[in-house]
């Protein structure tokens, strides 16, 4: 089935530094979705991205659409204690009967930040 | 609004119980699904509904797992009967569009 890839897996970054992750995949995706999960909780979306090339930003965090749309990009400036958990990218594509098969969470990066 | 809201956010349970999951999704979504969340696998689709109606179960690992959504508002993932592989914690998630919202999840442990 179709798979994203996440990296890095883990980071572990000082407070205050800039934080990049991206997300891969070998089909196209029609939207994509970056979420973070904090420890005990369920995922939150942070952004949603809906054409490819679009750079969005919320507060801290930008992400992009590839152009190719099969990758994204997530970074995290000025970084601070409560960034601490997993971010997950999800792709969904439509035009599809089978709209769950067309959404799917790649396995995540986890970011420690140190004080 | 109050975001979907599971219940209970922890259950443990005995081999061989039943186990009712339960999921209220936030009102005005169409589309609502299951998830399952372990270390090994990550966040795995169980199944998902379009305005009640099953429409991939694909993901449902077993017959012992079944769902049923029989109004707008309420949802449930029922395990009968319960194995220790199935501790993990169960996400419900609902939407109207693309964009997946999820609830706090219920914390699952079967022993």
């Known amino acids: 089935g179709q798979q994203l890839n996440q990296s890095p897996q883990s980071m572990f970054i000082q407070e205050g530094e800039d934080v990049s992750m991206n997300c891969t995949s070998s089909?196209?995706?029609?939207?994509w979705l970056w979420y973070k999960q904090d420890p005990g909780e369920g995922p939150v979306l942070l952004i949603a991205?809906?054409?490819?090339?679009e750079l969005t930003s919320n507060g801290r965090l930008t992400a992009q659409f590839g152009i190719t749309r099969k990758d994204s990009f997530l970074n995290i400036s000025a970084s601070i204690p409560s960034d601490v958990g997993i971010y997950f990218c999800?792709?969904?594509?439509?035009?599809?009967?089978?709209?769950?098969?067309?959404?799917?969470f790649g396995p995540g990066t986890r970011l420690s930040v140190l004080p | 609004d109050a975001g979907v809201i599971q219940s209970p956010r922890h259950e443990v349970t005995e081999m061989g119980q039943e186990v009712t999951l339960r999921c209220k999704p936030i009102?005005?979504?169409?589309?609502l699904f299951w998830y399952r969340q372990t270390m090994m696998r990550g966040l795995e689709l169980l199944i998902y509904?379009?305005?009640?109606?099953?429409?991939?179960d694909s993901g449902m690992p077993e017959d012992r797992f079944s769902a049923k959504m029989p109004n707008a508002s309420f949802s449930t993932l029922k395990i009968q009967p319960s194995e220790p592989r199935d501790s993990a914690v169960y996400f419900c998630?609902?939407?109207?569009?693309?964009?997946?919202?999820f609830g706090p999840g219920t914390r699952l442990t079967v022993l």
């Open positions: 509904f379009n305005n009640n109606v099953p429409i991939d």
């Open positions: 089909s196209i995706f029609n939207t």
């Open positions: 999800a792709g969904q594509r439509y035009g599809d009967d089978n709209y769950g098969q067309n959404f799917v």
């Open positions: 009102s005005g979504h169409d589309y």
């Open positions: 998630a609902s939407s109207l569009l693309a964009t997946q919202y």
């Open positions: 991205l809906y054409k490819a090339g």
